[in-house]
C-alpha cells in the first residue's frame, strides 16, 4: 500500500480514537484538526530534511502537538524500521517549527500505539497537548 493510500482522513480518525481509548483512563480526550499535504518533497523524509520540513508545515507548535506521517524507512539500518520519533520536552525546540513527531506511515490506523507512545514520551513534562 503506497503512503497516500494508507495515510487518510479515515486513518487519522482511526489513530484519534485509538489515542482516546488509551488515554480514557487518565480521563485525556484528544481532538484534532487535518491538514493534508499531499507533496512529494518530504514524502521519503531523510533525517537531513527534518528540521526544514518541520519548519516548512508546524502549525502553531507553542500550543498544540504537529505530527507528520512520513516514510522513515531511510532513518534505520537495513531489516530495521523506525515507527516513530518525538521532540523530548526539554528539548529547546519542543515549541517551535522544529519540534513535534514524525510517525512512520506503516504506524498509523487501527491498532497502532507508536502515536500513543510517542505523545506520552511528548508530554513527559507536562507539555500543553492539542493534537
Not at 485509538?18 to 499535504?37: C, E, K, P
Not at 500550543?63 to 522513515?72: G, I, P
Not at 517551535?96 to 505523545?119: P, R, S
Amino acid at each position: 500500500m503506497a503512503l497516500s493510500e494508507q495515510f487518510s482522513p479515515t486513518a487519522v480518525r482511526q489513530q484519534v480514537d485509538q489515542l482516546n481509548s488509551d488515554y480514557a483512563s487518565s480521563r485525556i480526550r484528544f481532538v484534532y484538526q487535518t491538514r493534508f499535504i499531499n507533496s512529494t518533497r518530504f514524502r521519503n523524509l531523510e533525517s537531513a530534511d527534518e528540521d526544514s520540513m518541520k519548519s516548512s508545515y508546524a502549525d502553531r507548535p507553542d500550543w498544540q502537538v504537529n505530527f507528520y506521517v512520513v516514510n522513515l524507512d531511510a532513518w534505520a539500518p537495513p531489516r530495521y524500521v523506525l515507527l516513530g520519533i518525538s521532540t523530548f520536552p526539554w528539548e529547546p525546540d519542543s515549541l517551535d517549527a522544529t519540534g513535534g513527531i514524525l510517525l512512520n506511515w506503516k504506524a498509523v490506523g487501527v491498532g497502532h500505539k507508536v502515536l500513543t507512545h510517542e505523545l506520552g514520551t511528548h508530554s513527559v513534562c507536562g507539555t500543553r497537548i492539542t493534537v
